[in-house]
């Protein structure tokens, strides 16, 4: 067989081949021959174009974590290549593939300094920008190269540590054809099967577990990666362990599952710390332990190992040991290493019954004890509505198989915190890079995933902002996401922070305000001038009327609710500890702030 195909023509041809259903991309003269050739296979292949490059990638972020399959971005020259960017990191840094398809200078042109090209360091040196923040790339230079290099982007996008490729299309190469024996068969380029522990570790893994009186599986963002929620549960059954989960782990593990304990950190849960700071045993899954999720490091707030035993699992080496000492390390696949503890605990012991323990008992008690801090919040009949008390009336009037957005600041914690999940890959969020302007665009791509699934955002208004442009996409394409928008008029999570760290007066540069008069764009307009359906709630009384009405709408909505801005009712609590400096002259804070440094191991 011999094929006579152009750059772009090949590109187009294996993501075909790869089972790639959507490319998400803005056209531009660097790209031109790419977006014909996605034409001339538009029957296969459908394109999906966003009103800004970094909300194509975020759209491709959204799809993964909705569905676990990638999908491919596509941008120009110049500067729709370095939009990108943001979207890169957020996919770099919580493991996320996607193909980044980019337009650059002709190979004989480089150095000349065409339209776009950066050309003062080294010539056409745009695409370094990105080697931080993506798994692998590729620069091209003839058509001949793109079916290794595709296979290649694959192969590393979706095996070991999953993460975003970069492939540099010169515009000539877009454009040149070749002679070609055939396209690879990408079944042929892919290993198959997944990565196990070593069986030593695994022996020795499960015999901590089995002595363990107060075990606790710690699920992290490895576990949805790898689709182990079901060897979670298992294993937690089997041994009776807690388990609690990071941002990105939640949801997992039902939500309403005796044995769970929700989340440790500075922004996790009382109970959470508790359970993680009692463990005997910790089994760790998929985990980075970042400052956030340890409460930067400090003994006592959210772990103490030593004296408590680490199981740390992950399929990348690095992240083992990095900021806590492991008696037990294994790299592997989250599911093929459960799967082995699972076999190697049944040979040693019967499931324990941990229906009516005293451990199950105690769980029980301290997750009671936690909702019981937020119920005042979640109930109140204030107007505007407390952020809690929208939370609430979401989570009462949206399906249980509805996927929930967030981005970053206080509804991410606060969702985090209060909102209870019991279906996997139904609460996402960007948690590594907690990347603002992430979570409508990331629910649009996960629409498109998910048809069978209501998706939701839950953003600030700050937050939307960013990415509000997305409502065309949206409404083009009628892609039926609902955005609810908590408008609080600024940064509230920073303001409140201010109050925290520097007092009541230092509120400052935070504000969406002219002389002390907010000035925060009314949105359910705005979003009823790009064609989506919207309503502006400010009674709570009416929120959930509202979500319910948008739901039932089966087409791009907009429910913004005007929120409390009273700190303490603005925002989640704060059960953990979090290294943000005070400067010297705060006097006693800065005392304060300097003895608790002081007690962080890292």
Not at 292 to 317: C, E, M, W
Not at 367 to 377: E, G, K, L, N, Y
């Amino acid at each position: 067989m011999s094929l006579r195909l152009n750059g772009s023509e090949i590109v187009v041809e294996m993501l075909v081949r790869e089972g790639v259903p959507f490319a998400i991309g803005i056209p531009g003269h660097g790209n031109l021959p790419l977006v014909d050739a996605l034409r001339r296979r538009q029957e296969a292949i459908k394109v999906i174009m966003p009103r800004h490059e970094q909300a194509a990638v975020h759209m491709a972020d959204g799809y993964f974590r909705a569905c676990g399959r990638p999908l491919a971005v596509y941008t120009s020259i110049g500067a729709g290549a370095a939009n990108t960017a943001i979207g890169l990191a957020t996919a770099y840094v919580d493991s996320i593939p996607l193909l980044l398809l980019v337009g650059e200078t002709h190979t004989y042109m480089r150095g000349v300094g065409v339209l776009q090209e950066i050309d003062r360091q080294y010539w056409s040196d745009l695409p370094r920008t990105f080697d931080p923040i993506v798994k692998r790339a590729w620069r091209i230079d003839q058509p001949r190269q793109l079916p290794r290099a595709m296979s290649q982007a694959f192969n590393a996008m979706l095996t070991g540590r999953p993460g975003p490729a970069v492939i540099t299309l010169p515009m000539d190469v877009q454009a040149e054809s070749v002679d070609l024996h055939d396209l690879p068969d990408p079944t042929t380029r892919r290993p198959r099967g997944a990565p196990t522990g070593d069986p030593a570790a695994i022996v020795q893994a499960a015999a901590l577990l089995n002595q363990a009186q107060r075990p606790v599986i710690l699920v992290g963002g490895g576990v949805v990666i790898a689709q182990a929620e079901a060897e979670v549960r298992q294993l937690a059954e089997h041994v009776g362990a807690a388990v609690v989960s990071t941002m990105q782990g939640k949801g997992a593990f039902p939500e309403d599952h005796p044995l769970y304990g929700w989340h440790m950190g500075s922004n996790g849960t009382t109970c959470g710390n508790h359970l993680t700071t009692q463990a005997d045993v910790i089994l760790a899954v998929g985990v980075r332990f970042a400052d956030k999720a340890t409460s930067s490091y400090r003994p006592g707030y959210a772990f103490n190992i030593p004296p408590t035993q680490l199981i740390h699992v992950d399929i990348d080496p690095f992240e083992i040991g990095k900021n806590y000492p492991a008696t037990v390390g294994i790299v592997g696949d989250a599911r093929a290493v459960l799967r082995d503890l699972l076999r190697e605990l049944a040979a040693l012991t019967p499931p324990r019954a941990w229906q009516a323990s005293p451990y199950t008992v105690e769980i029980a008690h301290v997750v009671s004890q936690w909702q019981a801090t937020f119920r005042a919040q979640a109930t109140s009949t204030a107007n505007p509505p407390t952020m809690g008390r929208v939370i609430a009336e979401a989570r009462r009037v949206l399906p249980p198989q509805t996927i929930v957005f967030t981005s970053s600041g206080n509804i991410q914690a606060q969702v985090f915190q209060e909102m209870a999940f019991t279906l996997p890959r139904t609460y996402i969020s960007a948690g590594g890079f907690s990347t603002m302007g992430w979570a409508y665009p990331a629910a649009l791509g996960a629409r498109l995933a998910r048809a069978d699934a209501p998706v939701v955002a839950l953003v600030g208004d700050g937050d939307f902002l960013m990415t509000i442009q997305e409502i065309a996409t949206a409404v083009q394409y009628d892609i039926p996401v609902v955005a609810i928008v908590f408008n609080n008029q600024g940064w509230q999570a920073i303001r409140d922070l201010q109050q925290i760290v520097f007092g009541d007066q230092a509120n400052y540069g935070v504000m969406f305000e002219q002389d002390d008069h907010p000035i925060s764009p009314h949105i359910a307009d705005i979003a009823a001038a790009f064609g989506a359906h919207s309503r502006r709630v400010t009674a709570a009384a009416d929120v959930a009327e509202a979500i319910a009405e948008a739901l039932a709408a089966n087409r791009p909505a907009v429910v913004e609710v005007m929120i409390d801005m009273q700190h303490g009712a603005s925002g989640g609590q704060a059960p953990g500890w979090w290294d943000v400096p005070a400067p010297e002259y705060l006097g006693d804070k800065r005392a304060v702030y300097e003895r608790e440094r002081s007690e962080e191991v890292i």
